[in-house]
């Protein structure tokens, strides 16, 4: 499990403190303070599942999206709605891993990344950067998405939140 961290200027937010991210495998190069919890400017990652698709800060999500589209190797056919990385052909999807204090990590699989349009099969990178401006910018969200098939436990009596794979069957 890790912290559940309480900043008292949101307090309806479950904030937690983001680490790392993965993609491929590949750690993000993007600088702490991007991912760090600071309470005062409202900066960090909220575990949030009245949200549809994770949005990132615009420095985090550019360092993902440009990792994902060279580990798909496969030519951007342009935006379709929020999201600027689709692709009108069968890629090979990498993995989307987040780490968090306590040595806890969410590893990604196809279905969590990528949301495939049903009329003609465009495959989308599922998250996109937050807003440019106003305290949201600094905020990464893990929206619902991202957290299907998997258990999320918010044990806010002790403080602290978990994650576990667990794939739904109805």
Known sequence: MTPLLSNPHRPSLYYVNMVGIH???R???VPASALAFDPA???????DAGTMFTRLSAPVYAAV???????????VTGPL??????????ISVPT???????RVSVTLPEENVVIRSSSDGIACLAMAAGPSDG???VLNVLASMQQQNHRVLFDVANGRVGFSRELCTT
């Open 81 to 90: 709605g929020g999201f600027d990385t689709c692709y009108n052909v069968t």
């Open 27 to 29: 750690p993000m190069l």
């Open 23 to 25: 993609v491929g495998g």
């Open 135 to 137: 305290v949201d910018a």
């Open 65 to 75: 999206r440009d990792v994902f589209r060279s580990r798909v190797r496969a030519p």
């Open 96 to 102: 989307v891993t987040f780490s968090f204090d306590g």
């Open 41 to 47: 400017s409202g900066r960090g990652t909220i575990v």
